[in-house]
């Protein structure tokens, strides 16, 4: 097999491949850090109960789990027919062609980089008030933000299993403590007995809908193990393998440990707690229940989960471009790899220079990081993922009714793309609440990835009929 700038090539497109030695073990760990378990139980748990008004959340997760084993079911069933890495990109183009696989690689890019942007905002006011709740000078949130920036960038820009090294000692250490967490909680009995509210019809109430809608934001990145592809060690095992313990590890994990917080803030009165002070919820909990240590080691561990979201994000947006760009949407020296790192080196560079003016121009507009980022910026992620959930479900079902010989796998299919049509209208109607903002705001941030996937579906025309071939030989 020849080679490119230490870049494998595939013999039958003549494209770059990147290369690893990537297990089962270590892509799970990317995409369950990229679903952020403390941070997600901290944010998006209190929102469940006070936007709700109900203790539904376990179950929020559980119907989220089953919404994605459809997915998984007809997306693990197509690896052995994609031959590439780009996930969203790789299955949609299989089953709908290649103008809409290279839109959808546009429209993921976009959908990452902006919850990347999200994070950083986030984490940045979260360093900040850390520091300074244990005495440290008051820093902006922007100051904290460059430095994680840097160190993404930096991670970034080595060999993917560095980053799954550093990931899997932090989503060990934040996993840790929620398990300590909730197993105490449980042994104590909750504060008043175990309840069970959280799965009776009063407990879950009206806001259901609301539970599934945040129970989603859970699952962001589920299908980026097939974006590891090249670099894994056997792709067709290792990859069906990946999603389904993702998927499972997912569902289970936060549907167990909403439920012990519910339980550890009294049944159905955790909603009265949560609204009370919905951003401390978890850390208060954990104070109650493991002390004050629990507490400190809980808030600090909040903060190595964002950062681990932001480097997994961070690995899936370089690896969306690298695609792109060996695609000829993009500049092609952006595909070539690292002749010592096997990485997406240059595209993961570019991704760290635009983070950087992108945050550096929400900093100097003297935007709120929670209000004025986190909420927009995330709700143009979540929008343009549930539009590519539904496409590649589509792309599959698709897919395997012109081969035939697959009724089984057509029939999931079809199921997951119902549900995730469901799903994407659930989005869209909820986007105000998600965005926090105004209607306004909120149709302008759904739009952002329709732009993108009209920008790349025409452009793609160009494009649609050639394989890209570099010429840079070694």
């Known amino acids: ?64 789990g089953v919404v994605f084993t459809l997915f998984a079911a007809g997306f693990v069933a197509m690896t052995h027919f994609v031959t590439k890495a780009g996930a969203f990109y790789a299955y949609i183009e299989k089953g709908l062609g290649r103008r809409f696989g290279l839109a959808s690689a546009l429209v993921a890019y976009a959908a990452y980089s ?25 820093l902006p949130w922007w100051a904290m933000t460059a430095i994680v920036i840097a160190i993404t960038g930096f991670l970034g820009y080595r060999h993917i299993e560095v980053s799954a090294k550093v990931l899997g000692i932090f989503l060990v250490s934040e996993i840790a403590i929620v398990v300590i967490l909730d197993a105490v909680i449980f042994a104590r009995g909750g504060s008043h007995g175990l309840t069970f ?31 590891f592809r090249d670099e894994a060690k056997d792709p067709q095992k290792t990859i069906r393998r990946a999603t389904y313990w993702a998927v499972g590890i997912i569902a289970v994990f936060y549907a167990l440990s909403s439920w012990a917080l519910i339980e550890g803030n009294g049944g159905n009165q955790a909603v009265a707690v ?71 080196s240059r595209a993961s560079l570019v991704v760290t220079i635009i983070s950087v003016i992108i945050m550096g121009i929400f900093a100097i507009l003297q935007l709120d990081p929670l209000l004025e980022i986190f909420g927009p910026m995330g709700g143009i992620g979540i929008t343009g993922l549930a539009f590519l959930w539904f496409l590649t479900a589509a792309a599959v079902a698709t897919f395997f009714a012109r081969k035939g010989g697959y009724p089984a796998t057509v029939v999931v299919a079809v199921a997951a793309v119902l549900v995730l049509a469901a799903c994407l209208i659930l989005i869209v109607s909820n986007l105000t609440t998600i965005v926090g903002g105004t209607t306004t705001l909120a149709v302008l941030m759904g739009l952002v990835p329709v732009v993108f996937f009209l920008v790349g579906y025409f452009a793609s025309a160009r494009v649609s009929d050639r394989i890209v071939e570099n010429t840079e030989t070694r």
């Open 1 to 64: 097999m020849s080679e490119i700038l230490g870049t494998q090539i595939d013999p039958d497109s003549g494209s770059p491949r990147l290369r690893g030695n990537l297990g089962t073990a270590a892509i799970v760990l990317m995409v369950v850090a990229a679903a952020a378990p403390l941070t997600t139980l901290s944010a998006n748990v209190p929102l469940m109960l006070t936007l709700g008004q109900g203790v539904g959340a376990p179950v929020g997760f559980l119907v989220a």
């Open 114 to 138: 902006s919850t990347l942007l999200a994070v950083y905002g986030y984490l940045g006011a979260t360093l900040a008030n850390l520091i300074s709740d244990y005495g440290g000078p008051h």
């Open 197 to 227: 509210d959280s799965f009776t019809t009063s407990g879950i109430g009206g806001g259901l809908g609301v539970a599934i809608l945040f129970a989603l934001f859970g699952f962001v990145g589920v299908e980026a193990t097939a974006i």
């Open 274 to 344: 949560a609204t009370t002070d919905p951003d401390n919820f978890t850390i208060n909990t954990a104070g109650a229940f493991l002390g004050a240590i629990g507490r400190d080691v809980t808030q600090v561990l909040l903060t190595v989960s964002l950062f681990a979201a932001a480097l997994s994000f961070h690995n899936i947006a370089a690896r969306y471009k690298f695609v792109i760009a060996n695609h000829g949407l993009l500049p092609a020296s952006w595909g070539q790899a690292h002749p010592r790192h096997d990485a997406p």
